[in-house]
């Protein structure tokens, strides 16, 4: 886990957070990609319309 700070405003924390998996997980199935990326953001409805 990484620790950082959010902007100018270093009373806010944040964290990044890389997670290994045995190969042969079950975890990401339906899909059968070999790895996933889950990102953070503030109004996920927001970027949803603005990604249409």
Same mark, same amino acid.
């Given at each position: 886990?990484?620790e950082?700070?959010?902007?100018a405003d270093n *009373?806010k924390?944040?964290f990044?957070?890389? *997670? *290994?998996?045995? %190969?042969?997980t079950?975890?990401?199935?339906?899909? %059968?990609?070999e790895?996933?990326?889950?990102?953070?953001?503030?109004? !996920? %409805?927001? !970027?949803? %319309?603005? !990604?249409?």
């Amino acid at each position: 886990m990484f620790e950082w700070y959010q902007g100018a405003d270093n *009373s806010k924390k944040g964290f990044t957070q890389w *997670s *290994s998996f045995n %190969e042969k997980t079950k975890y990401f199935q339906p899909s %059968e990609k070999e790895f996933m990326v889950n990102y953070r953001v503030q109004n !996920l %409805e927001k !970027l949803v %319309e603005i !990604l249409k």
